[in-house]
């Protein structure tokens, strides 16, 4: 009933195996990958043909994790997997980046990837798995696929590349001292397509040896791809890619010069204006039967890219006049909003962020629902890109793939240089609202996220900038990499190389490239080139930061405790009524975690001190000799009890009370009546034993015996 092929090897510390012929045989191209016992399924699917009329190609690539995988139950009302978490998107864009390029150009046929995730051993992340199923599947697809590729995590341990890392190890990163990088890569047998890191601090040299490094250790895995093709792929499509050479020429005659007089340009509106009317005299030239090509946008597009890369190649000159490694201007502001926390204006050219931040107190943490479990995260980023940002009218919803995947890099960039949560207890939420595009709105959202969290007074290792590179590379292999591209270069360019990090090093690294691949050469030259760049605009940030920031008086203040973890239970108290009386009486917010550390958060400083002292008084024990101020709350026939450190009391014996005998201890006190007593010590039960006699009961001052035997005789 099937027919199974499976493929086996050692890679790492775990086998990698591949099978199909058993499950989703009606998929194009199905395969089972599983790492450990971490196992992804990847099902293809393409249309035979593509829609009419249509001129891009639709590739759908979508990632799922099944909480059964972890043997886990979602949560929420519904009790089922509900919409992608920010996981699954990110994984979904690191699978589709580097499988696009290598579709045969002209394809145009709807093509869906799914990726589920059916087990989880909590070692191996899923991610890398789904990528190489997801490959795998393309390759004996049948589909026009120009692969296969494979993909890999690299972690940087005492100067050793690590191949796929655990999860525990890239966890947190930023609290690991020891684990310097979390870096994935993807590529064929040739070259990389993909790069996506987080970093702290890691050398130029350092960077690129982790992609080599990674490019190697996934070689074998493409072999093993080739060799379950070999063994059961379907027969390839009968695809051949449109012949529009003639469309072409006819579309070159009638309005290159149009198009370089419309790109030389300056201003970006104008520019935009300019090419689209000469696209429409370009129309206007045109037969009927060639305006009805499906065509004819790829040959406008092209026509537009020979004359974009052509010029930068020959001449070293952009289309806003620039040299190749040249920054735009750059104009740093802060403290705009007199109401936030922090805040920071960042402009580039045309390019801007107006980038906002806020400190919140635990209680504003991410709550995060993974398969590996429940975690929060104290830090956040959110990016956002309006549609009048690029000057254009569109719909407006919720967060798409690229704002998340935008936001997640900025977030990488920016959390290597953030303190210690001991150090700095809030909760830090970034927002970054792109209010101009023209290039490179997530480095815009780097630099602004650095300065606005500098103004909001978060203490950061050091500022942060980024910068996004480009690639032109003609078919001869001749080339320009340029820096801080525009939003033409990267559309109509070959690389998206996007660098940020300290004047120490490199925190972040993403690459997406739309040929088939680059060479170690151009990557070392954009590295450096991004150096430069990087530097310049760090200088050019100094000086909106002319000195220490000031807290915002409407953040929250917080100071931390620590606490034995034996006495959680005392602050929280019965249904947790100990610590509601507290924030009540104190009206400072406090958040106690299971290590016994408490957060006590306020814009008011005695609400915070007094929330710290009333919890100070359940957890700290008295001192042996030391003087208390006490209250009598109960008089007996044998002495009095006394309320001297929090809620605790002791008794004074009646021989205790005065240097005198008394008949009864109401002969001299009386409940309610405040007194000075000395901790004595604890009886063979640990009942407290206090002094009152000892205790000068106006000052407060301990009694010598000589003072006592005056107190005594008077």
């Not at 998107?89 to 579709?103: N, V």
């Not at 995260?377 to 967060?399: A, D, I, K």
């Not at 150090?423 to 970054?432: C, G, H, L, M, W």
């Not at 975690?593 to 919890?615: F, H, R, T, V």
Request: proline share 4%.
């Amino acid at each position: 009933m099937f027919n199974v092929t499976t493929k086996s090897m050692q890679w790492g510390e775990e086998t990698l195996t591949l099978e199909t012929g058993k499950v989703a045989r009606q998929a194009d191209g199905s395969v089972i990958a599983t790492l450990g016992e971490t196992s992804v399924m990847a099902n293809v699917t393409f249309a035979k043909k593509a829609k009419e009329g249509q001129d891009f190609f639709p590739l759908t690539v979508h990632y799922q994790e099944k909480y059964y995988a972890a043997g886990k139950v979602p949560g929420g009302f519904f009790k089922r997997e509900a919409r992608p978490t920010e996981k699954e998107t990110l994984t979904a864009r690191l699978i589709d980046r580097p499988i696009r390029p290598l579709f045969v150009p002209g394809f145009k046929n709807e093509v869906l990837v799914m990726c589920t995730v059916l087990s989880h051993d909590l070692v191996n992340d899923p991610d890398m798995v789904a990528m190489i199923a997801a490959s795998a599947a393309l390759t004996i697809s049948g589909a026009p696929f120009m692969g296969p590729i494979a993909g890999c995590r690299v972690g940087y341990e005492g100067g050793n590349y690590i191949l796929n890392p655990e999860i525990d190890d890239m966890h947190k990163l930023k609290d690991n001292p020891d684990q310097r990088l979390d870096l994935v890569v993807a590529g064929t047998k040739d070259a990389v397509m993909m790069v996506e890191s987080e970093a702290y601090e890691l050398t130029e040299e350092e960077m690129l040896g982790a992609v080599k490094f990674a490019h190697e250790q996934i070689q074998p895995v493409i072999d093993l791809i080739i060799s379950l093709a070999e063994a059961c792929a379907k027969e390839p499509f009968d695809f051949q890619a449109p012949d529009y050479s003639n469309l072409y020429a006819a579309v070159k005659a009638a309005g290159e010069d149009k198009i370089r007089a419309a790109y030389a340009i300056m201003d970006k509106q104008e520019r935009t204006t300019a090419v689209s009317d000469a696209k429409t005299a370009i129309k206007a030239t045109l037969s009927e039967e060639q305006l009805a090509d499906v065509n004819l946008g790829t040959a406008l597009k092209k026509l537009e890219a020979s004359v974009l890369r052509g010029d930068v190649v020959k001449t070293g000159k952009r289309i806003d006049g620039r040299a190749l490694d040249t920054v735009r201007p750059i104009v740093c502001e802060t403290g705009l909003l007199p109401r936030t926390h922090g805040s920071a204006l960042f402009t580039r050219g045309e390019t801007q962020g107006l980038v906002v931040t806020t400190l919140g107190t635990g209680d504003d943490e991410q709550m995060i629902d993974a398969l590996q479990g429940t975690y929060k995260s104290n830090f956040l980023l959110h990016y956002n890109f309006p549609p009048y940002s690029v000057g254009e009218v569109g719909r407006v919803g919720s967060p798409g793939r690229r704002e998340i995947g935008h936001g997640k890099l900025a977030w990488r960039a920016l959390q290597a240089v953030l303190p210690a949560a001991t150090d700095f207890p809030y909760t830090i939420r970034v927002v970054s609202e792109i209010t101009e595009s023209n290039g490179s709105s997530s480095m815009a959202s780097v630099c602004g996220g650095s300065l606005s969290m500098m103004d909001a007074g978060v203490p950061l290792k050091s500022a942060v900038a980024g910068v996004a590179m480009g690639l032109i590379l003609e078919e001869d292999g001749s080339y320009a990499v340029l820096t801080d591209i525009l939003g033409d270069e990267d559309h109509l360019g070959d690389m998206d190389f996007k660098v940020a990090g300290t004047e120490n090093g490199i925190t972040s690294l993403q690459m997406d490239i739309k040929v088939a691949g680059i060479t170690q050469e151009i990557m070392e030259k954009a590295l450096a080139q991004a150096k430069a760049g990087r530097l310049h605009i760090l200088g050019e940030m100094s000086k909106a930061l002319t000195g220490a920031a000031e807290f915002s008086v409407h953040a929250p203040r917080i100071e931390t405790m620590q606490i034995p973890t034996d006495k959680i239970r005392e602050v929280i108290g019965s249904g947790g009524k100990v610590i509601r009386e507290i924030v009540e009486l104190s009206g400072a917010k406090v958040d106690i975690n299971d290590e016994g550390i408490i957060k006590i958060a306020s814009a008011n400083g005695e609400a915070i001190k007094k929330a710290y002292d009333m919890i100070w008084s359940i957890v700290a024990e008295p001192e042996e000799g030391q003087v208390y101020d006490g209250k009598v709350v109960k008089i007996v026939d044998f002495g009095a009890f006394v309320n001297f450190f929090g809620k605790r009391d002791g008794l004074v014996h009646v021989s205790q009370i005065e240097n005198r005998r008394l008949n009864h201890p109401s002969d001299v006190l009386k409940e309610g009546q405040d007194v000075k007593v000395k901790l004595l010590g604890f009886d063979e039960r640990g009942k407290v034993r206090l002094s009152m006699k000892v205790v000068n009961q106006e000052t407060g001052e301990e009694m010598t015996p000589e003072q006592q035997k005056e107190a005594a005789e008077s």
